[in-house]
């Protein structure tokens, strides 16, 4: 039996203290990795460690680089141990994971739980205001009746507000609308009578439309005039329409405006765009209120917008909203409407 030399000795006992550390230091690794895992508290912690341990140049590529000191026959034990803590490592840091990301989700939800015991914040409610009520009460009554709204410009032509009108330059009715006149020789419309004339020139008969809109005269401001106000203003042309047709509508409409028999009266009056005219007065609280103007379209508007006023007839009317919403409410000074007083406005 040939004896062992004294150097192969000392490697061996080299080799065997070489694989006794690395294993060591793998269950060491383990258990350290293991605690560091479990009590860390926020997914930037759990990516830091795994790349402390299971990195390029982590931990355990550190130990695994010792492994060409054992002998080829202990490698594979060393390396199924490695495996065994990297799984184990892997295992720990997905588990951790997921569990960072549920309390993560909980703590969201809790700090967005609404308690629906406890009180809610008072937020007052808005209002309608007094004009916008009036004009949307006015409009649900004319489409009820079949009319179509029509909108148009503000910043109008000579010709849309006066000319396309029946009023010339030259005419006198131009006074009773005096407006604001611009550097361009346009101006701010005395009347949405304007968008008629522009309806008209892009749709054919039968037309039914009522215009809303705002408007602008030169009035001196005092409690039942102003220099900016509302106007709703009514179109119907076809075959065949009458005075009658025009009459009936209105009172129709005041009916259902004023919400009770009313005692209404046509005067007779002048409008250039009309002929005949009349003012439309009803009889409230008692006494009589100015509240319309209306009348028969003038042949000459017809004609300016292509109409055969030989086939073709109809009736237009317009009111104030202001002085509608200043009977119904019962409202003593027309400015009330303008100055944004909630003590005011609170009462609708």
Known sequence: MTGVSGSS??????LMTSLNEIETQ??????EATIAIASTDTLEQLEQLRINYLGKKGQL?????GMGKLAPADRPKIGAIANVVKETLQHN?????????????QAKLRSETLDVTMPGVYRPQGRIHPLNSTIDRALDIFVG????????PEMETDYYNFEALNTPPDHPA???QDTFYLPDGNLLRTHTSSVQIRYMENHEPPIRIVAPG???????????????????ELLAVDEGITF???KGTLREFLEAMFGEELEVRFRASYFPFTEPSAEVDVQWKGKWLEVMGCGMVDPNVLKAVGYDPEIYTGFAAGFGVERFAMVLHQIDDIRRLYNSDLRFLKQF
């Open 61 to 65: 590529s550190q130990i695994l680089r």
């Open 26 to 31: 793998l269950a060491t690794l383990k258990e």
């Open 145 to 152: 009746l079949g009319y179509t709204i029509a909108t148009g």
């Open 93 to 105: 840091l997905e588990q951790r994971l997921q569990d960072l990301k549920a309390a993560e989700i």
């Open 244 to 246: 009658t047709d025009l």
């Open 214 to 232: 705002r408007v602008y005269r030169r009035d001196t401001v005092d409690a039942t005039h102003s220099a900016v106000f509302h106007q709703i």
């Open 9 to 14: 000795l000392t490697n061996l006992k080299l």
């Open 174 to 176: 131009r006074d009773m």
